[in-house]
Nanobody, 119 residues
Framework: QVQLGESGGGSVQEGGSLRLSCAAS????????MAWFRQAPGKEREFVAG????????RYIDSVKGRFTISRDNAKNTVYLQMNSLKPEDTAVYYC????????????WGQGTQVTVSS
């Protein structure tokens, strides 16, 4: 079965950095677009960043542009989210997601990893 396993979350001070990883198994990774979502306490889950099959296109929400970078390694079936200049409002559970064609409603989800940024 398909599994997406996130890692790399943790607690950092404002201005710090974290790198999230998501290892995928059970699916032809290079045929899936990948994305990161997040859900803060009391808020709905939101799209953060997405990357196409061969990294030709990437998309970010405005609040993370210039601070976060999504990348993927198809040889390792892994997608990453490099997060720099972290802010307290970035605190959330971050989820990896995969779909054959769209970031809008991913077919598969990981279990999530907690990111906490303190001021």
């Amino acid at each position: 079965q398909v599994q997406l396993g996130e890692s790399g979350g943790g607690s950092v001070q404002e201005g710090g950095s974290l790198r999230l990883s998501c290892a995928a198994s059970g699916l032809p990774f290079s045929f899936y677009v990948m994305a990161w979502f997040r859900q803060a306490p009391g808020k709905e889950r939101e799209f953060v960043a997405g990357i196409t099959y061969n990294s030709n296109s990437r998309r970010y929400i405005d609040s993370v542009k210039g601070r976060f970078t999504i990348s993927r390694d198809n040889a390792k079936n892994t997608v990453y989210l490099q997060m720099n200049s972290l802010k307290p409002e970035d605190t959330a559970v971050y989820y990896c997601a995969a779909d054959r064609s769209t970031w809008a409603s991913p077919e598969y989800w990981g279990q999530g990893t907690q990111v906490t940024v303190s001021s």
